[in-house]
């Protein structure tokens, strides 16, 4: 076994261990199988996610332009930003975060219109005001700020949801740029949302711009569920080194405070 089949094996079994929360939940009796799988969640991107990341639960995110969100699961947030606690609410400023992530046990088409709603009020981190850019030039491939995430530890089928995805969004009118990043249902199947220059899948199949697109599913893909970790763990990576390189003036807020 190479490195990366070991590191793709360890991946899994996590992933398998999410699984076995819900097992032992059950046949204990209890009911509290969601919350220990999201424990079990918190706890993984605790331990792999770079130092400076911090996992905030039940959080909301504003902007300088007064946007306040819905209540977020689980926040992933960094250390460079403002943000505020009052009792056991979490306020956090948007640039100081790094991906929002709605979790759920079972994504049927209720949760997902949920997850949806909720994901689309997260407010967008602002273009970086002039006079300021980035440390080192702006990223080629800079993602949206912060990036949005529904982590389903069971779920429909990956025909049902992108069906459930084209009715509401047929239906409820929202910028692509608030829309999911990526759609894990544990080791079950993938979906990520392409970009605004589409991709292009390993079998060589055009996806088109904004496009929903399966990644990987069970059947095809027997350890999609590790997979699907170290993805996130990437897509998160990724918007870490973007902010990080953002040069960020909280004058805007400041501004804002009555006189």
């Known amino acids: 076994m190479d490195v990366y089949e070991a590191l793709l094996d360890y991946y899994q079994r996590i992933a398998d261990s999410f699984d076995d929360v819900d097992l032992a939940a059950h046949l204990s009796g209890t009911a509290q199988h969601s919350l220990s799988r999201e424990d079990r969640l918190v706890e993984f991107l605790k331990s792999h996610l770079p130092p400076r990341c911090q996992i905030i639960r039940d959080a909301r995110v504003f902007d300088s332009e007064d946007n306040v969100s819905r209540q977020i699961p689980l926040l992933v947030s960094g250390d460079l930003a403002i943000r505020f606690k009052y009792q056991e609410t979490y306020f956090s400023s948007v640039e100081a975060c790094y991906c929002s992530i709605y979790t759920s046990h079972m994504l049927d088409r209720h949760a997902l219109a949920e997850a949806l709603e909720i994901l689309a009020s ?4 602002p273009e970086v005001p002039p006079g300021l850019g980035y440390l080192f030039g702006m990223p080629e491939s800079a993602p949206n700020l912060p990036i949005r995430v529904i982590f389903a530890f069971d779920g429909c ?10 009715d509401f969004y047929a239906t409820t009118k929202v910028h692509e740029s608030f829309r999911p990043d990526l759609i894990i249902v544990n080791n ?55 902010a990080s390189q953002r040069r960020t003036d909280f004058g805007a807020y400041l501004d804002q405070l009555p006189s």
């Open 188 to 242: 079950r199947y993938g979906v990520v949302r392409t970009g605004s220059e589409g991709a292009v899948t390993a079998d060589g199949i055009e996806v088109p711009p904004h496009t929903f697109h399966v990644y990987g599913r069970a059947g095809e893909e027997p350890s999609i569920g590790g997979y699907s970790l170290v993805y996130l763990l990437t897509e998160i990576q990724k918007a870490v080194a973007a």
């Open 157 to 166: 089928d990956a025909e049902e949801l992108l069906a459930y995805l084209e």
């Open 122 to 125: 997260v407010p967008m981190t």
